[in-house]
């Protein structure tokens, strides 16, 4: 019997604010850019995790905060090394060199995120050379053993960036993220900046690197085609906050949240036996000024009184997802008084 698997990840009431301040030389802070307010969810061992929301909604600013990117405002992030379990938003950047080689990044943009002045076997290299984790013959036997995985030849490592196509130079970023065998990774929109003939091409090779090397990943992304095909969970963001998280297909067959409805409504869909839900009108919620309640309801078209005067937080539901929202709530359909 299979062991169940363990979580890798877990991130708790995860905030990252950034001040604003005033004009003039002595100006001074007047406000806060919550960019992600009280977000939670575990990562599983071998799973991928899809983290989607238009943009503005936080999930990329989420993601660099979880990796250490950036600096945690509050909150836990806790990740299970081979050690024990420990808090990456508590340890400072010394403490954190020795995780690097287990917490890499694939990209968005795979020109800006190559080094022109290096070559492909420089490039992936590198991570195995500042951590000293090989060197001479055994660090380019692992390099060119990881650009074969990737589909590129290992001939071309003399080659610089300029002379690959944008997709083989995604592999050659997805090449160094991997080089180092790492526990957790992030994908920010990895596809979203190439040609979409050669998007099915990546995107194939991300899901077999997933089968062949059991990654756990955290996938951003705001194509909820490419999230479905990928992703075996999905968390969904809105201004700054999760408002919904279940397994892809129980997601995508039955979203609960108005937000994730109109998401789902906006992807070309050829079966005329799928209902049409409303269409999402209007902009994100601006983090640095939130509508009081749920930050959703001037846009939703299930608000009541309660939405405007109240914060909804994640609550399970019978069904095996989570789901913020006041009309989706569990509670209710409890009745209001006892008999």
């Given at each position: 019997?299979?062991?169940?698997?363990?979580?890798?990840?877990?991130?708790?009431?995860?905030?990252?604010?950034?001040?604003?301040?005033?004009?003039?030389?002595?100006?001074?802070?007047?406000?806060?850019?919550?960019?992600?307010?009280?977000?939670?969810?575990?990562?599983?061992?071998?799973?991928?995790?899809?983290?989607?929301?238009?943009?503005?909604?936080?999930?990329?600013?989420?993601?660099?905060?979880?990796?250490?990117?950036?600096?945690?405002?509050?909150?836990?992030?806790?990740?299970?090394?081979?050690?024990?379990?420990?808090?990456?938003?508590?340890?400072?950047?010394?403490?954190?060199?020795?995780?690097?080689?287990?917490?890499?990044?694939?990209?968005?943009?795979?020109?800006?995120?190559?080094?022109?002045?290096?070559?492909?076997?420089?490039?992936?290299?590198?991570?195995?050379?500042?951590?000293?984790?090989?060197?001479?013959?055994?660090?380019?036997?692992?390099?060119?053993?990881?650009?074969?995985?990737?589909?590129?030849?290992?001939?071309?490592?003399?080659?610089?960036?300029?002379?690959?196509?944008?997709?083989?130079?995604?592999?050659?970023?997805?090449?160094?993220?991997?080089?180092?065998?790492?526990?957790?990774?992030?994908?920010?929109?990895?596809v979203s900046a190439l040609d979409v003939s050669v998007q099915a091409q990546?995107?194939?090779?991300?899901?077999?690197?997933?089968?062949?090397?059991?990654?756990?990943?955290?996938?951003?992304?705001?194509?909820?085609?490419?999230?479905?095909?990928?992703?075996?969970?999905?968390?969904?963001?809105?201004?700054?906050?999760?408002?919904?998280?279940?397994?892809?297909?129980?997601?995508?067959?039955?979203?609960?949240?108005?937000?994730?409805?109109?998401?789902?409504?906006?992807?070309?869909?050829?079966?005329?036996?799928?209902?049409?839900?409303?269409?999402?009108?209007?902009?994100?919620?601006?983090?640095?000024?939130?509508?009081?309640?749920?930050?959703?309801?001037?846009?939703?078209?299930?608000?009541?009184?309660?939405?405007?005067?109240?914060?909804?937080?994640?609550?399970?539901?019978?069904?095996?997802?989570?789901?913020?929202?006041?009309?989706?709530?569990?509670?209710?359909?409890?009745?209001?008084?006892?008999?």
């Amino acid at each position: 019997m299979a062991a169940e698997p363990s979580t890798l990840l877990s991130v708790r009431n995860l905030d990252k604010h950034f001040p604003i301040f005033g004009t003039g030389i002595l100006s001074r802070r007047v406000g806060w850019v919550r960019a992600v307010s009280s977000v939670s969810f575990d990562v599983l061992a071998g799973e991928t995790l899809g983290l989607v929301g238009e943009s503005g909604s936080g999930k990329t600013t989420a993601a660099r905060t979880i990796l250490r990117a950036l600096t945690p405002t509050a909150g836990e992030v806790l990740f299970r090394t081979s050690s024990g379990v420990v808090d990456l938003a508590k340890l400072s950047e010394a403490e954190l060199i020795p995780l690097r080689t287990q917490l890499q990044m694939v990209f968005q943009d795979p020109v800006s995120s190559l080094n022109p002045r290096m070559s492909i076997e420089q490039i992936v290299s590198e991570p195995l050379v500042i951590h000293k984790l090989a060197k001479g013959p055994q660090l380019r036997e692992r390099v060119v053993s990881m650009l074969e995985k990737v589909g590129l030849r290992s001939e071309h490592m003399s080659r610089y960036p300029h002379e690959f196509s944008g997709g083989q130079r995604q592999r050659i970023g997805i090449a160094r993220s991997l080089v180092m065998n790492p526990s957790l990774i992030v994908a920010d929109e990895p596809v979203s900046a190439l040609d979409v003939s050669v998007q099915a091409q990546v995107i194939n090779l991300l899901s077999d690197l997933q089968r062949e090397l059991k990654l756990t990943t955290i996938f951003v992304a705001h194509d909820l085609s490419v999230v479905r095909y990928l992703c075996d969970r999905v968390a969904v963001m809105y201004a700054g906050r999760l408002v919904e998280i279940a397994p892809t297909e129980r997601l995508f067959e039955q979203p609960e949240h108005p937000y994730t409805q109109a998401l789902l409504a906006a992807v070309p869909n050829a079966d005329p036996d799928i209902p049409m839900v409303f269409a999402l009108s209007g902009e994100v919620a601006n983090p640095a000024n939130l509508p009081s309640g749920c930050s959703f309801h001037p846009r939703c078209p299930e608000r009541f009184d309660l939405c405007e005067q109240t914060r909804p937080e994640l609550e399970t539901l019978a069904s095996g997802g989570s789901v913020a929202c006041h009309a989706r709530s569990p509670k209710r359909a409890l009745p209001l008084f006892d008999a």
